[in-house]
């Protein structure tokens, strides 16, 4: 299980991921504490957990921000590929810049504005690469091995658009990130939910199986409940429903619910409405 | 409400209206992509070929499993995604022109009319090549039409027009599309970005002048909002809310152009059945004075069908042709369910209902509740009597007794006095 169990258990993800080939959509509204990317560091542990591999694309921050984050978290350990986006926002960057970082902090892949190809090419690869261990591990008779696929966690892909991207390019993007990845990969995509970024959210809750709204709590602030998150299936679910049908129901079925969660230093805490330890 | 039945199941059943050209039309909170593969699978049941257009995602694997169905592959390949050329990095747009490359609608029209034209000889060679109208139905669904949009609008209708016309008027060919009418993105990329009405608005209006039905679909939380009586509270409703997106059931509006000239509207419920996975209608009456959505009543005007199963005797005014009327709507499947399946659709109206902690009384705690005597309600009684209450001193209940102090100056002139009025 992830490292939020509360969260896995109550969506009925076993692995604390969603199903293979799946699109999920996390949505923040504001900034601060109603940050969706606090399930980040979740699904990279669990991808780490399962034996995925798992490669973390930003729009909006350095890899030290989420190894900083991991690291107090004690999620140090979890291994994932960094593709830094951040450069598509800097035009006339030299190249060879980024080799004077040290190589622990080092991004695994640097996206440039306009080499979006060469980026595919590596996402293919490192497809194929998950692919071929997940036959290798298969052949030897590994059995807690996953039938492979490779988590993508996309943070901050509104960026574009607040860079001047028309919309449909930044959903074709995901586009074709989902289908390098195939019928095997999982996509996790973040964005900022405002009145800037809503016509791009729309476009990509069409494509999502999965859908998390992270939200400012109705009734107000709390010291003590950092906001609320609303899970509820995206309009590519059915599809998946009929999968789960057609093979007989594996029994696990998603269910839409709300939370309420709070964000302290080195974890986070989902609970049921109600049910934080305050009112307990 | 249609007491011969509601006009959609007649629609989806391929009964009675002709209508080449259907469009389902959704919006973020509600997609239609659950009642669209219903659908399809309804017309595999009636032994119907099916040519699915394929632009963003395959139908459900059941469906390409069937041996009526036919694919006309238009999504990009990871082959065209990686040999994509790559464009300067100076240019302002960073996608690469390969990737928005216009759709070849002369070759897809073409591709499209010879499945419908293969189809429809195999289902005369299969019947025998007898006489009359002895073609197999043909469905011809695509998945969604935003890409063929953005890509030219106006050859995107043109292809519809042109393909609706290959279709004919038999009541067994149809074309589906599945339309999101709140997409705001800009449709035909050659266009300049201008201010001024929403290109989405002026598509689906051009979409709903060309198709035969328009089915909108909603989320049931919407049902409420369309009764009579019913006012916002002011506050902005969420993006998505807990129930939407359902894929089980859904409400829809259907907007109906027959041959004849007359347009319908109505209003009903849809379930997807999960053993069959066919879509189930029921009406829903939104007229002024009705408080809830009711049932229809069947043709034969007797009592709700019993459920599915139940040992329970016919009811006495059933005839015979009430009974072949029902026999034929059975075919279908789409029974009139018992008004507690209706029930379990509707939406809960007790908001205490879904917590995880338990808000409802007891009886001991209503009765204590009820037996609470408000400290002031003797006066207020009192006052509203006229009578002084039981505990006064010689006061009139209800007054307000205050003590002037020494610097209060009580004036008991009018202020008003100096009106002129």
């Known amino acids: ?280 | 409400m249609n007491a011969t039945g509601l006009s959609i199941r007649r629609l989806a059943a391929y009964q009675q209206y002709t209508a080449p050209l259907v469009i389902l039309s959704e919006t973020v909170r509600q997609t239609a992509l659950p009642l669209q593969e219903a659908m399809v699978r309804e017309s595999l049941a009636r032994g119907m070929y099916v040519i699915a257009v394929c632009l963003e995602g395959l139908p459900s694997s059941d469906i390409r499993a069937s041996p009526l169905f036919r694919l006309i592959d238009q999504r990009p390949t990871v082959e065209s995604i990686l040999s994509v050329q790559e464009s300067s990095p100076s240019s302002s747009s960073y996608l690469l022109p390969g990737l928005l490359k216009r759709t070849d609608f002369a070759r897809l029209q073409s591709e499209i009319e010879d499945h419908i034209r293969r189809a429809q000889e195999g289902g005369v060679a299969a019947n025998g090549g007898g006489g009359g109208d002895s073609r197999t139905g043909v469905l011809v669904f695509v998945d969604s039409i935003d890409r063929l949009l953005r890509s030219s609008r106006v050859s995107t209708l043109a292809l519809l027009r042109s393909i609706r016309g290959s279709m004919g008027n038999s009541i067994k060919s149809r074309l589906l599309i599945r339309f999101s009418c709140d997409a705001p993105v800009r449709y035909d990329s050659s266009q300049s970005k201008s201010a001024g009405v929403a290109d989405s608005l002026y598509t689906a209006n051009a979409l709903c002048d060309l198709a035969d039905a328009v089915v909108d679909v909603h989320p049931l939380d919407d049902l409420k909002t369309w009764m009579p009586g019913w006012y916002s509270d002011g506050n902005q409703p969420p993006f998505i809310s807990l129930r939407d997106n359902d894929p089980r059931r859904g409400l829809v509006r259907l907007e109906h152009k027959r041959q004849s000239g007359k347009i319908g509207f109505e209003v009903a419920t849809f379930e997807i059945d999960p053993q069959t996975r066919l879509p189930k209608f029921l009406a829903v009456d939104v007229s002024a004075g009705s408080q809830l959505p009711q049932h229809v009543v069947p043709a034969s005007g007797s009592a709700l069908a019993p459920q599915a199963g139940a040992s329970s005797a016919p009811p006495q005014a059933n005839t015979a042709a009430t009974a072949a009327a029902a026999a034929a709507a059975n075919t279908f499947n789409s029974t009139v369910v018992s008004q507690a399946q209706h029930a379990s659709l509707q939406p809960s109206l007790d908001p205490a209902a879904n917590l995880s902690f338990n808000l409802n009384l007891t009886d001991r705690q209503r009765r204590d509740k009820a037996s609470v005597e408000m400290p002031y309600m003797d006066a207020q009684m009192a006052s509203a009597s006229g009578e002084p209450p039981s505990d006064s001193a010689g006061t009139v209940a209800g007054d307000i007794l205050y003590q002037l102090d020494d610097e209060d100056d009580w004036d008991e002139d009018d202020p008003d006095d100096d009106l002129e009025i």
């Open chain 1, 1 to 280: 299980m992830g490292s939020y169990k509360t969260l896995s258990s109550s969506l009925n993800w076993p692995s604390g991921l969603g199903d293979q080939g799946t699109v999920t959509l996390v949505t923040s509204v504001g900034l601060g504490a109603n940050d969706g990317t606090v399930l980040i560091p979740h699904f990279l542990t669990s991808a780490h957990e399962q034996k995925l591999p798992a490669i973390l694309v930003s729009f909006t921050q350095t890899y030290n921000h989420y190894l900083h984050i991991m690291r107090k978290m004690g999620m140090a350990k979890t291994k994932f590929k960094f593709v830094n986006a951040l450069a598509t926002t800097m035009v006339g960057q030299k190249e060879g810049g980024l080799e004077s970082l040290p190589l622990v902090t080092r991004p695994d892949y640097t996206l440039r504005r306009g080499e979006w190809s060469g980026f595919f090419q590596w996402l293919s690869d490192q497809t194929t690469i998950a692919a071929t261990a997940t036959a290798t591990g298969a052949a030897a008779g590994a059995a807690e091995v996953e039938q492979g696929g490779v988590v993508l966690v996309v943070d901050g892909l509104c960026s574009l658009v607040d860079l001047g991207m028309d919309i449909s390019e930044a959903v074709w993007f995901m586009d074709c990130c989902r289908r390098i990845l195939g019928s095997k990969g999982r996509i996790v995509v973040g964005v900022l939910l405002d009145e800037f970024t809503e016509d791009l959210v729309r476009e990509l809750v069409r494509k999502s199986h999965y859908y998390f709204g992270f939200t400012a709590l109705v009734s107000g602030s709390s010291r003590d409940i950092s906001g609320q998150v609303t899970v509820v299936p995206g309009q590519l679910y059915c599809q998946l429903q009929n999968l789960h049908n057609n093979s007989g129901g594996s029994g696990r079925e998603f269910k839409p619910l709300v939370l309420h969660y709070c964000v302290s230093d080195t974890n986070v805490q989902f609970f049921s409405p109600g049910q934080s330890h305050i009112v307990l």
